[in-house]
């Protein structure tokens, strides 16, 4: 089973077996353990690139208790 993990201010942690694909439909290489851009400023899209600490990306609907 694959689990997806909201980290605070931070991306999504994937974990497990999943297909990754692209708009397209094109799968895209992945590994069992990933992380996807959530703030949108990585250079690396989908995945993260740590661009969330260099902005201060902070997820307000987790911070509201939402």
Known sequence: MATIKVRKDGPYR?????ALVDHEG???P???DFVLCRCGHSRTK???DGSHQRVG???A???SGE
């Open 57 to 59: 990306f902070a997820d």
């Open 26 to 28: 094109n799968a895209i």
């Open 61 to 63: 609907a987790l911070d």
């Open 46 to 48: 989908p995945f993260c």
């Open 14 to 18: 994937v974990q497990g077996a999943v």
């Open 30 to 32: 992945v590994g069992e």
